[in-house]
């Protein structure tokens, strides 16, 4: 009886250390995702050169690119045009807008001014100094995600999993991810505007006009936010002047910041292509993403382009077919979902394309308003689905944009005596590079080389995977440095990977044969394509060691 007795209490404690436990548990992976974050980021450091391989500098600008910059070792990638981020790092490096080398660097300096909010917090924390401010400014994303997840713990507190999930999808979702990962300027604006929404939820209008304001100067769609701000409901004319006032507030940093670029360029005009008819842009990239199966060969990255605009398409519908007039969140949902409507083709143009950035605020609304439990669950799940996409974008190889990448110890990647980094060149009968749904590849118009370049002073060892794909049957082989390390016959429409390894890289310049028997020829069914071609290198990865080489099979 005593026995008894004695269980019945254990057993109660055991299950209340259970039941707190699991109420514990979501605050536990929040810490965890957090760790996974840094820890993700903390791959894209370079010794000596920080945190440049997220600014991704391509060396198509690099004879242009500022004189400070150049005298300051950072990662460049190779056969690649990079992307915007180089551009506003180096107006952080001399935000001078009058300079001409600033303004031969920078790719449409007038237009890239108008956003100068972050060039300027980044050339201040380093305190004037351009090599600082280039660093300062390849951090200033994560440092920015972290104070958002900060300020949305207010919103979504991890006292369960609801809204542990949804806290979790805003931090990872597609476009805040981009962001961090290319150190852009969209996920710095964002936490701006999540800061005037909080005020507006503390009823503190003035301040959040400013907010957005402000939000303005990093992001000129960022001041689209200020329609949550609270309208008057009455009559009364001294509310009604508040409110107009406040809406000045919003407008006039942006305004008077464009009025002086006017005066300095003489051509400051907007983004080409960033708006179109309605749902023009829409349409396209829906029949793009469908396409891509026949044109990139399908696959993973298919279905994550596919889930991926398909949550961006449930948190549309969602925001416009649930109005709710007197809620600042879906106001600035909703906003943002006209806004969706009259984007052109250069915000929804690549993978996964600058939509998702742009279209930030709609998936934080999405998931404020998105009501609790069971029933709601699988639209709150549909609608961020992108989150899968984030995990591929975020732990992406940072170094490459083109065919093909490297891999290995970090100590063989760089020559730390010259700063210098292996890489690769293709010759003239290689066309561009192309990059959809996350793979790369490069046609050719038959035999063609690829040149690689050993930075160090020692012979290095390669292991090559790659992948080559025809448009019909042929053989080819690849010769590194006139020795024939494979041989296969292609299929057309076939995927054929190959695997090699043992292949010696010398100090200085290796050339990689790709040699095939028939020449290329113009693309079936596509006349506006004046190419030749024959077939086509994707998704090359070189990785590095040292030691001696065995012989080639």
């Known amino acids: 009886m005593s026995d008894t007795a004695n269980a019945t209490p254990q057993k109660g404690a055991q299950n209340s250390l259970c039941r707190r436990a699991w109420r514990l548990l979501p605050a536990v992976v929040c810490v965890a995702s957090v760790i996974f974050f840094l820890w993700q980021c903390a791959g894209y450091y370079r010794e000596g050169k920080g945190f440049t391989a997220m600014v991704m500098f391509g060396d198509q600008f690099g004879g242009h690119a500022l004189p400070e910059l150049k005298a300051t070792p950072h990662v460049v990638m190779v056969n690649s045009a990079g992307y915007d981020g180089q551009f506003y790092a180096q107006i952080a490096m001399r935000p001078d807008l009058e300079s001409p080398e600033l303004d031969d660097a920078v790719d449409n300096l007038a237009y890239r001014a108008r956003r100068i909010l972050f ?64 150190a852009l300027i969209d996920g710095p604006a964002f936490m701006v505007i999540v800061i005037a929404m909080t005020l507006v939820e503390m009823r503190r209008p003035w301040a959040a006009a400013i907010a957005f304001g402000v939000s303005g100067l990093g992001k000129e769609t960022a001041i689209l936010g200020a329609v949550a701000l609270p309208v008057p409901a009455g009559r009364d004319g001294r509310v009604w002047g508040r409110w107009i006032l406040q809406g000045v507030l919003v407008v006039l940093p942006l305004l008077l910041w464009l009025l002086h670029l006017r005066g ?77 409507i009259v984007l052109g083709d250069a915000v929804w143009e690549g993978f996964p394309g600058g939509v998702f950035r742009v279209l930030l605020p709609m998936t934080l609304a999405f998931n404020v308003l998105v009501p609790a439990g069971r029933r709601w669950l699988p639209v709150l799940v549909l609608g961020n689905l992108s989150v899968v996409t984030s995990f591929f974008i975020l732990g992406a190889p940072p170094v490459s944009q083109d065919a093909a990448r490297f891999e290995g110890p970090r100590e063989l990647m760089l020559a730390p005596a010259t700063g210098k980094e292996i890489g690769a060149r293709f010759d003239a009968r290689w066309s561009e590079p192309e990059n959809a749904n996350g793979q790369r590849w490069r046609w050719n118009s038959g035999t063609a080389e690829m040149v690689v370049r050993n930075p160090h002073d020692f012979p290095l060892v390669a292991q090559a995977s790659l992948s080559l794909q025809t448009i019909e049957v042929r053989e080819v082989r690849l010769l590194v440095d006139g020795r024939e390390y494979w041989r296969g016959r292609l299929e057309a429409g076939q995927t054929t990977r190959v695997e090699v390894s043992g292949i010696i890289l010398p100090p200085g310049e290796s050339v990689w044969e790709f040699a095939t028997d028939i020449p290329g020829r113009p693309p079936a069914g596509n006349p506006a394509d004046t190419r ?22």
């Open 532 to 553: 030749l071609l024959a077939f086509n290198l994707r998704d090359c990865v070189i990785t590095l060691s040292r030691g001696q080489a065995p012989p080639p099979q």
């Open 119 to 182: 060039s300027w917090t980044a050339h201040v924390l380093a305190g004037g100094n351009a090599v600082g401010a280039l660093h300062v400014y390849s951090v200033q994303n994560i440092v920015c995600w972290l104070l958002l997840g900060w300020l949305l713990l207010r919103r979504f507190p991890p006292t369960g999993w609801d809204t542990f999930g949804r806290w979790f999808a805003v931090m990872f979702s597609l476009g805040l991810v981009v962001s961090v990962r290319s």
């Open 264 to 340: 300095l360029f003489a051509d400051s005009h907007l983004g080409q292509g960033n708006f179109s008819l309605p749902f023009t842009g829409f349409v396209k990239k829906w029949a793009e993403v469908w396409n891509q199966e026949l044109l990139a060969g399908g696959g993973s990255v298919f279905v994550r382009s596919q889930l991926s605009l398909f949550s961006l398409t449930v948190q549309w519908l969602f925001i416009v077919l649930r109005p709710q007039f007197h809620s600042a969140w879906w106001r600035l949902g909703a906003v943002h979902a006209v806004l969706l």
